[in-house]
């Protein structure tokens, strides 16, 4: 089984940056593709971003297309999201998962981390 724990969130302005980062443990090998989702008070829960696991492939929501860059090293089994040009609007519970491929992750994944908080202050 895979487990994930998220890290990095924070207090931030808008226009700000942030990185967080996705730690896999456990069978890793199983669980090929890490993506990123989030989650505002009183919204649904949304796709962000996600990479499969040689990071030769990348997916992202039009709201943070060319702000936001996911990427990862398995040497460490790590998956990071760096997030520039940060706005109000991306407040939320940030939560990675896991999944065999990018398109089983982006839709229904298999594993979920615990999530970390990232409010942005305008």
């Known amino acids: 089984q895979v487990q994930l724990v998220e890290s990095g969130g924070g207090l931030v302005q808008t226009g700000g940056s942030l990185r967080l980062s996705c730690a896999a443990s456990?069978?890793?090998?199983?669980?090929?593709?890490i993506g990123w989702f989030r989650q505002a008070p009183g919204k649904e829960r949304e796709f962000v971003s996600a990479i499969s696991w040689s990071g030769g492939g990348t997916y992202y929501a039009d709201s943070v297309k060319g702000r936001f860059t996911i990427s990862r090293t398995n040497a460490e089994n790590t998956v990071y999201l760096q997030m520039n040009s940060l706005k109000p609007e991306d407040t939320a519970a940030y939560y990675c998962a896991a999944g065999e491929s990018i398109v089983v992750v982006s839709s229904r994944p298999r594993v979920w981390g615990q999530g970390t908080q990232v409010t942005v202050s305008s």
């Open positions: 456990g069978r890793t090998r199983s669980m090929y593709a």
